[in-house]
């Protein structure tokens, strides 16, 4: 067998192995995927779970895994589906598993350093409000370094990609055409992405909360037929509908327990202000030319590292130095209906004395309407219904509504005093 054909195998220590073949081999190889080694999955976590040092590399493996076992599933168990009301002949969907894998791979390689505490860092698109993905990145990144890998392998011969089929299927544009259908399992409720990330968190966090049965969502997703004129999206059976409510559950204990942690939180407020102070204007630069790229392509973790050693970062590189972060002084109730803006006033009133920080947690588990996950029965109709409608909890969690002040450590204890005056006074 020729090295083109020949196949290889990375150790995983979520899956046992991840297989791949000479294409995804040379991708992997190229600087900019290599650069994904460089920047941790959980940021500064790991300065509550020490464990928590893996990295964005060993994650896209983990995507691209992932993302194959859900397809194979799909294929077994909707084939007449796919092929009647889709279109699609054997050669079509071997040539989309393809693309999958690919793109899967790949999603990520436009990640700023420190993964998402860094985002918020991203430039405004063309001076609007709206401001730039690292989506948008990984996209552009795609269409710039990776063309000749993707176009020009020996492995496409059969199947003729462009490096724009990739890009276009990470950015859900139409440049991906018909296999836009299949983006949810790269971007979605019930991702590769999302499955990939949960179980491996837990695992180098040394904590339980991210398992669910992804092996029972693997083999009991499916496409499900569309209402009326509306085309047919990724479901479960009936039978997987506690797994998909697990997936659901897993995601909300592990942001309740570790990516909100209250000292994760507080770091993540440093890390961006003292990246504030390094980038120049305080922004990354945008992904819409390739002198402007490349120099985006410099900033990951060891370059940032490496300028808080330099003592870059002002104050807040000055606390990530030293690991003093500024502790939690009063914060509202995870889950309100709606925050007391009046009790966060007099909080922020009664602390007008001390150095403070804000930070707020605003996060959704799970979208119900258009987005539902669709559960169909083991019933003769095959009825359709959302997994809202099969699981309470799914329909009745709340979103993650949170605000949070931090001062100095040392003016902790008279910060509290305060607060507790300001508590008996009301």
Known sequence: MSDIHKKYEIRCPVYGFVSLN????EIINHKYFQRLRRIRQLAWTDYVYPGAMHTRFEHSLGVMHMASLLYDGIVQRSSELLHEE???????????????RLAALLHDVGHAPFSHVSEELLPSQDGGEETYKHESYSAQI??????NIIENHPLNKNYDFKANDVAGLLEGSQDAGSALFWRDLISGQ???????????DSLHAGVDYGRYDWQRLVHTIE??????????????????????????????FMFTQVYFHKTRVAYDYHLKNALLEMLPDGKFPPPTKEEDLEKYMKWDDWCVLGELIKGNGG??????????????AWETPETPKEIDFEKLSSRREALENFRVIEAEADKSWYKIGETDIPVVSESKEQKVAPLSKYSSFVDKIEPIRQMRLYVHPKDLNDAKKQLEKIRREK
Request: charged share 30%; glycine share 12%.
């Open 142 to 147: 795609v269409r710039m370094y990776f063309t």
């Open 315 to 328: 104050e807040h590189g000055k606390v990530l130095r030293q690991r003093n972060h500024y502790r939690l």
């Open 86 to 100: 889709m279109g699609y002949n054997e050669d079509g969907l071997g040539r989309n598993r393809v693309l999958i």
């Open 190 to 200: 019930m991702d590769a992405d999302r499955m990939d990330y949960l179980l491996r």
């Open 22 to 25: 000479n294409w995804e081999r």
């Open 223 to 252: 496409a499900v037929p569309g209402p009326e004129n509306e085309s047919p999206r990724l479901g479960v059976s009936e039978g997987g509908w506690h797994a998909a409510e697990g997936l659901i559950v897993a995601r909300y």
